[in-house]
Structures are given as structure tokens and as C-alpha cells.
């Protein structure tokens, strides 16, 4: 467990390069004389390490990193989808990905999002702040115009509360698609 330590410090140090990085990933999943344990600290230094320093290699080695947040939403907007019509949305239907991560405020946020013609909106927002930071969920109500946005309500939730994020989004969007 020491070598693991001094292994997974050194990783945290952030001085190994893209190749080393994954070489290291490599021989931790495939030795099998590493604990799960000691597999499992090393894997999280090293992806910690490649999808801050190398986003490129982490996404090709891992997957997105909004992945998880995207197949949750899809699923819901599946749900939402077969109940409502949302051919009247002034915004783009879908899954989107948010201001917060495009500009890099949020490592994640992705969102769903329906306004109607007297711009009244709901959302649903996966956003996780920081790499080490809950992915969490932001339901919420809101009227536009005339320059300004008005939040009307809004509600955050766990992932633990997956059915409770989709019914509350469900109830938003009975609101405001009459």
C-alpha cells in the first residue's frame, strides 16, 4: 500500500506526461497482482490527472465527460417527450450543453429546456461545479422578457432523487405548455 501511496502522490504532482499517464493506466488495470483497492486509487489519480491536463486523451480513454448527465437527461426527455408537444418550444428541443461549461465556470451542465410564446420556461439542469464536486439537479420556472429573466422557482436535487427530479420537471412543463 506505501509504493500505491508514493505512486498516487506522484501522479497528484501532475509532472507525468499524456504517454505516461496512460501507460500507467494500462498496467493498473491489467496487473493482477494489484488490489482492487490499490487498482481503484490509481485509476482515479490518473483520470483525474488526464481530464485536467490532457481533456483529448481523458475523453478517448473514459468517455465524455458529461456522459452520464447526457444518457439521464435523454432518458427523461424521452419520458417528457411521448406526453408533450414540443413543436411550439422557442428554444431548440433536446439535450443541450450550458453557458456554465462552455465558458468552464461548471465542469458539467448539460440541460433541457422549453419556453412557450409568452416566454414562460422550464429547466432541467445536470451541473457538477468541480471534477470532485456531486453532479446535482436544478428543475426550476422562469419568465423572460422586456431585458430581464425572472426565476419563478426553483428546486435542487441529488441524483438519489432521480424519479422526483423527472416528476417535478413533468409538473414545470404542465405549467407552462398550456
Known sequence: MADIERIVRSIEKGNDSKAQLLGLYERATEDREISEEDRELLVIAIEKQLKVRFPAAAK??????????????????????????????KLKNGVKTGGGMISGRCYIQVYLSYKNADNFGAYLTLQQDGMD????????????????????????????QLSEIGSIYREHLIEVSN
Open 60 to 89: 478517448k480513454q473514459f468517455g465524455a465527460k458529461d456522459e452520464k448527465a447526457r444518457e439521464i437527461l435523454f432518458k427523461i426527455y424521452n419520458q417528457v417527450n411521448e406526453e408533450f408537444d414540443f413543436s411550439n418550444n
Open 133 to 160: 464536486d456531486e453532479l446535482r439537479a436544478i428543475v426550476g420556472r422562469y419568465k423572460t422578457g422586456g431585458g430581464k429573466s425572472e426565476t419563478l422557482g426553483e428546486t435542487n436535487l441529488g441524483l438519489d
